[in-house]
């Protein structure tokens, strides 16, 4: 039947939501975003966690950069990056990845540069995780808003 | 008119700014992280708020009209600002400055302020409500704090009917027109559902309103409140 794919999708959905939250990666910030999507706003979380990922990249690729260089030392400059995805991280309740932002800068703070290097491959890892569960969300509510949609077949 | 609408007027210039025709107020957000204001923007739609996000507090004066490079006029869209909602740390100008900058001016000081920051320091959050600001929101900002927000238009429509108590910085000015016919407080509370959990499924923790801790800095200040901020 096809409507109990739409509910094993639901509970597929509930349970990597659960693990997510369990596991840290995700907190009740993320809830507060899906309690703001609506009828007129359909795909909102979707389209934040988007900006998101666009805007964490650039972070991530201009973090590597500077610590790639032969004679690095704007940790001024790392900082502000540094803020600015503890920022966005936290305001979509991306707990893991902030709290390793937050090591980053401490170790920064100290002009640390093997600390900054660790606390890089950290939070590459971390974001890649998480990008990664956040696709498989979205793609099982996707499956699930498909296998819902064809138990009502379209009038002609 | 026997409308429930939100009636302000505001001066700019000697032309009189007509109030919009709408029961919804208009927030004007300050973010320069798109993320941050793909949020705001939303948390205030929800509530049945009228937004406009900019990204730095230049684009924000530009919008009221203030920026002195750019002459004031009533050339923008005219569209009265009820409340700004700004993050502190920004690039350039900071929400600070912004907050200075709109206190200072005789047209504008009158707008309530809040200001949002993900640093939770004490001096900081003393320091925006010493130069004027309503209150001082800790990110991430969530549908609890925005609808805190209608407090503070509230209380400008109640300087129209009461002269005395409440939080009195502000000297009355012609903001609040007296004689206008009983703005409504029902319009703005009206259509913000609480909002409907969508969410599958929560956290071990309570996903709905969690309370500002009793020894947040804000909610002491505002608990202590009786006759004026200060």
């Not at chain 1, 966005?88 to 290097?117: D, H, T, Y």
């Not at chain 1, 660790?118 to 808003?145: M, T």
């Amino acid at each position: 039947m096809l409507g109990l794919g739409a509910d094993r999708l639901w509970a597929d959905m509930n349970r990597l939501l659960a693990l997510l939250f369990h596991q840290g990666v995700l907190d009740e910030q993320f809830v507060q975003l899906q309690q703001l999507q609506d009828e007129s706003s359909p795909n909102f979380v979707c389209e934040v966690v988007t900006i998101y990922f666009h805007e964490s990249e650039k972070l991530l690729k201009n973090l590597r950069g500077l610590l790639m260089e032969r004679e690095f030392s704007d940790y001024k400059k790392m900082g502000i990056h540094l803020n600015q995805f503890m920022g966005s991280s936290s305001s979509i309740g991306a707990k893991r990845v902030r709290n390793v932002c937050v090591a980053f800068r401490a170790a920064s703070e100290q002009n640390n540069r093997a600390g900054c290097l660790r606390a890089l491959e950290l939070l590459e890892h971390e974001y890649c995780y998480l990008k990664n569960k956040l696709h498989e969300l979205f793609h099982i509510e996707q499956q699930r808003l498909l296998a819902a949609g064809v138990r009502y077949p379209m009038q002609n | 008119m026997e409308r429930n609408v939100f009636v302000s007027r505001r001066r700019i210039d000697g032309f009189d700014v007509l109030p919009s025709d709408s029961a919804e107020a208009h927030v004007l957000a300050v973010d320069d992280s798109l993320v941050d204001r793909k949020v705001i923007e939303q948390l205030l739609k929800i509530s049945s708020f009228k937004v406009t996000a900019v990204d730095s507090g230049r684009r924000a004066l530009q919008f009221l009209g203030l920026d002195e490079e750019k002459s004031s006029s009533v050339g923008f869209d005219g569209l009265k600002v009820d409340l700004i909602i700004t993050d502190y740390c920004m690039p350039g100008m900071t929400g600070y400055e912004l907050l200075k900058k709109i206190k200072e001016s005789s047209n504008f000081r009158e707008i309530p302020v809040v200001i949002m920051s993900s640093e939770n320091v004490i001096a900081r959050i003393d320091r925006c409500l010493e130069e004027g600001a309503e209150d001082f929101f800790v990110k991430p900002v969530k549908l609890s704090d925005v609808k805190r927000l209608k407090d503070y238009m509230m209380r400008e429509v109640r300087f129209g009917t009461a002269n005395s108590g409440g939080t009195n910085k502000r000297k009355l000015q012609e903001s609040c027109d007296p004689t206008s016919s009983e703005p409504s407080i029902s319009s703005l509370s009206s259509s913000s559902s609480d909002s409907p959990s969508r969410s599958p499924i929560s956290p071990s923790s309570a996903s709905s309103s969690i309370p500002t801790p009793l020894d947040s800095p804000v909610r002491r200040l505002k608990m202590t409140n009786t006759g004026g901020l200060i």
